[in-house]
């Protein structure tokens, strides 16, 4: 299908000395660029695929969270004792 694009002059040449050093069409690079972004916009959003990904340190976390409680404590009965 052929369209119309509307793109900055600078990326347009970017794009256009890239495909050349690629040795393929700027029709090409732009379709594979889309495809590329379609890729990491689909189904997912990119960040998601981080979520969860630190669950493991729930049990860490809240130790060091007591701990630092505890200390704050500690030093609260210090300084108003």
């Keep these: 299908?052929?369209?119309?694009?509307?793109?900055?002059?600078?990326?347009f040449r970017r794009a256009?000395?890239?495909a050349a050093e690629r040795g393929i069409?700027?029709?090409q690079l732009v379709?594979?660029?889309v495809q590329e972004k379609l890729k990491t916009t689909?189904?997912?959003r990119p960040w998601m695929k981080h979520l969860g990904k630190?669950?493991?340190l729930h049990?860490?976390?809240?130790?060091?969270?007591?701990?630092v409680e505890e200390a704050f404590e500690r030093?609260?009965?210090?300084v108003w004792e």
């Design 1 to 11: 299908m052929k369209t119309t694009l509307e793109i900055p002059d600078f990326l």
């Design 16 to 18: 256009k000395s890239v």
């Design 25 to 27: 069409p700027l029709r």
């Design 31 to 33: 379709t594979e660029a």
């Design 42 to 44: 689909s189904r997912e």
């Design 54 to 56: 630190l669950k493991h």
């Design 59 to 67: 049990k860490e976390r809240k130790q060091i969270e007591r701990r």
């Design 75 to 78: 030093i609260d009965r210090e």
